[in-house]
């Protein structure tokens, strides 16, 4: 009787360390975002703020502070005046990323982890011509169980012939 006692005790005790470990062994977190995307540079004279929207897969081996991000991203500004030609001179970009994220090790890594991430971009914009490029920001994840939360800021900066396609998509996420 007192093996049994000890050893139910044992389990009830471990159990919540195989939660934890459920939850940390899963290599691959998905994550739906959105939120506006603020153009600069020789954008900013011809767009007003626009919206980001996109989906994103992370890949991270268990308690690794290095993982890689895939993302499919989809932005859409208005024109800042209208054409009087009939042109349509809104931009749309329609693109992904391919990001390295590293995450940092803080005393509160269990809740909230801040993290790094940059990478490669490409884009099919209004033009419909191909374009790459490359991004980078910060940004912070927290775990709420097996749904959690990301919040990105980010710079874009996509070659164009003759200039530059940048803006910084400030995003909020939704990760499972």
């Not at 540079?41 to 993982?67: C, E, H, I, M, W």
């Not at 490029?133 to 070659?159: E, K, M």
């Amino acid at each position: 009787m007192k093996i049994r006692t000890a050893v139910g005790v044992a389990l009830i005790a471990l159990s919540p360390l195989g939660v934890v470990r459920a939850q940390i062994s899963n290599p691959l977190k998905f994550t739906f975002f959105g939120g506006p995307a603020l153009p600069i540079g020789d954008l900013d004279d011809q767009v007003k703020p626009g919206f980001t929207v996109g989906g994103a897969v992370d890949l991270r081996v268990p308690l690794s502070p290095v993982g890689f991000r895939g993302e499919i991203v989809y932005s859409a500004f208005n024109a800042d005046t209208p054409s009087g030609s009939g042109v349509n001179r809104d931009v749309n970009d329609f693109g992904a990323n391919a990001n390295v994220v590293a995450w940092l090790t803080l005393p509160t890594a269990g809740v909230i982890r801040p993290y790094f991430t940059a990478g490669p971009s490409y884009a099919q914009l209004t033009d419909t011509d191909n374009h790459w490029g490359f991004n980078a920001g910060l940004g912070v994840q927290s775990a709420l169980g097996l749904i959690g939360t990301r919040f990105d800021v980010r710079y874009r900066r996509i070659s164009t012939s003759g200039s530059a396609y940048q803006i910084v998509p400030i995003t909020f996420g939704i990760t499972f």
